[in-house]
Nanobody, 114 residues
């Protein structure tokens, strides 16, 4: 089966760092990304990366977050530095297959609080 599984979320103090990982299986994924959804808000794009390594970021995380991928391992990561309380959300991994189907992970909670 096609599956995306996120890990690495948790509780961190403002200014701290977390590294999220997404393990993909069942298919090769081309465009991949991280999205987040905070309580009471719509899901928003955080960062995207193509299979060739081109990236794009939401303005709110630019300069603080870095998305990367390892095509051989079929994984995508999100390094989050200088975390702020407003980064608190459930973070979801997303991927598009060569057949243009989109899949989502189950989400991992990130809480930034002192």
């Amino acid at each position: 089966q096609v599956q995306l599984v996120e890990s690495g979320g948790g509780l961190v103090q403002p200014g701290g760092s977390l590294r999220l990982s997404c393990a993909a299986s069942g298919s090769i994924f081309y465009d991949m990304g991280w999205y987040r959804q905070a309580p009471g808000k719509q899901r928003e794009l955080v960062a995207i990366i193509t299979r060739g390594g081109s990236t794009n970021y939401a303005d709110s995380v630019k300069g603080r977050f870095t998305i990367s991928r390892d095509n051989a391992k079929n994984t995508v990561n999100l390094q989050m530095n200088s975390l702020k309380p407003e980064d608190t959300a459930v973070y979801y991994c997303n991927g598009q297959t060569q057949s243009f189907k989109t899949f989502w992970g189950q989400g991992t909670q990130v809480t930034v609080s002192s």
